[in-house]
């Protein structure tokens, strides 16, 4: 999640109307044709149509997008704790790719997509917050800020459509996608001296080993740790549904 190849940036450029999609699609099919098809001009054009299926979703739900409950209805439970999401507004979460991910958005107005799932997961999913604080945070920060892609991305990752519901293990997610800590040491400072064997999960360390590290100012984290060790998860393990709309816990 650092450096220039994880993510093409045409977003921001996409959501002012300064660069066409179909643009973009004309001359990723003219590279793969003199050049080469591969996984990265693959992922380009799914996103591409990814970012077009929220504008028809959009067309087609209208205000529902903004609603608690989405395009599902239902009666699932929300809370909306203000010093709890302030933890997640300001990554003091203590799950370092939560963190990072949040402190990032705050610096530059950008957050790869691998992070805004996680994140939107962790809020939703994990704090059981109302969703909407957080696409009306997106909505602030991003620089790449679309309604459809937004909202529909939130409604999505809250579990507020007729489809399979993806919770994301941030902790999981995080040994995945960032295994040296790189990205995680870039944006949270109180780690940079965390060995990789703990950064993940600092909150393994004693005190005394907190404070050898430097650490010692990270917050512990605000959800227990042990529930997403009993839930699983990876990519997302689907949270069933009970009767009434319910989400088993």
Known sequence: MLGSDYSTKFAPWLALGCLSPRKIFEQIREYEKEKVANKSTYWVLFELMWRDFFRFFAAKHGNKIFKLYGVSGGDWEWQSDAKLFQLWARGLTGYPLVDANMRELRATGFMSNRGRQNVASFL??????????????????LVDYD???????????????????????????????????????????????????YIHEPWTLSPDEKLQFGA???????LDPASFREEGGGKGKGRKRSKGGRRRR
């Not at 939703?124 to 920060?141: P, T, V």
């Not at 010692?216 to 605000?222: D, G, I, L, Q, V």
């Open 216 to 222: 010692e100012s990270y917050p512990a984290p605000c």
């Open 147 to 197: 309604v459809a892609s937004n909202w529909g991305n939130w409604v999505h990752a809250a579990g507020m459509t007729t489809g399979r519901i993806n919770r994301f293990n941030v902790i999981r997610q995080s040994k995945m996608y960032d295994k040296d800590g790189r990205y995680i040491r870039h944006w949270v400072p109180e780690l940079r001296s965390m060995p990789v064997r």
């Open 124 to 141: 939703a999913l994990d704090m059981k917050i109302d969703w909407r604080m957080g696409a009306d945070w997106f909505e602030s920060y």
